[in-house]
């Protein structure tokens, strides 16, 4: 293929089968993905992963049209402002689905409570979607106007630096959390209790937390290429590599999206899951300050509830 075949605006021109792959995996993804949310009425997975897949699926198609052509602006401006947005969504989910996990799990091992992860996180996340966002209707009305998309690339950069800092600090306190849990070293234990989550670390939980680490791998190896990318400039290299956006962008967020089909958070976290000690005695109490029950039973503090087992005592 001569360089006057070559797209002006990709370098290169996308690859048919490569294109057709990965928008039909996108489409299947979606398509289960719907159907899951309602079956476990999930709804937080319709306005984050099924739109994320919708929204990839979009680009891909402008993709694969760039295929027949190459010369077109326009399915290059859809495939560019698409990709780059798309998994900001799939993030947000992956930040809900660690605050239930650690609802599940304690409360007291985490740094920051449950409902925190998900307003500190998807709130990052949605500054960081509102900065790519701007950064790429800027590059887009230049391209368009074949002026150079400098400007806005360098506004995409931004959004894409707040959002590699929100995957890093997630994935910290994630780590954290998951250490402190299996080294039962939770932060503030009431003097002589063992603190258990509501819920045991079963299977079905250790699937969970396998899933998340796999995809919070791909998720940041992809922040990490697009911010690299976007720093080599619009003519660079990298940008221009079909072979990197194709694994580095594509596989690592369709990996990240088809691992929650077969992963779904609704069969792995159902909400009739029954409690861990479900014959412990319940009583009001604030952590820290036992009813004075023999055995054990469940503390209820203003943001979770705790099995406890509390160490027998001879009576005085």
Known sequence: ?????????????PTLYVCILVLSLFVIATAVHIVQAIHYRRWYMLITVVLCSIVESIGWGGRTWSHWAP???????????????APTL????????????????????????????????????????TIQGVGGGLAATAAANDEDPETGGRIMLAGIAVQVAAITLYAITATEFLVRFLYDKPFDRPAHLTIRGTHPFDIKMKIMVAAM???????????????????????GTIITTEVYFNVLDGAMILGATIIL????????????????DATAVN??????????LKGGGVIKSSSSSYIISKPEHSAV
């Open 213 to 235: 680490v796999f995809a919070t791998l791909c998720l940041f190896i992809r922040s990490i290429y697009r911010l690299v990318e976007l720093t080599d400039g619009w003519s």
């Open 90 to 129: 799939l993030i947000a989910a992956y930040f809900v689905t660690l605050a239930e996990i650690i609802r599940r799990l304690g409360p007291c091992y985490s740094r920051l409570k449950p409902r925190m992860y998900t307003i500190v996180f998807c709130l990052a996340d949605l500054g960081s979607l």
């Open 261 to 276: 089909n077969f992963c779904h958070p609704g069969y792995l976290l159902p909400d009739n899951a029954p409690p861990l």
């Open 283 to 292: 009583f009001e109490s604030e952590v820290g300050q036992p009813a004075g």
């Open 1 to 13: 293929m001569g360089d006057d075949s070559l797209s002006k605006f990709y370098g290169y021109v």
């Open 71 to 85: 010369h077109n602006l326009t399915p290059y401006l859809i495939q560019i402002v698409t990709t780059i947005n």
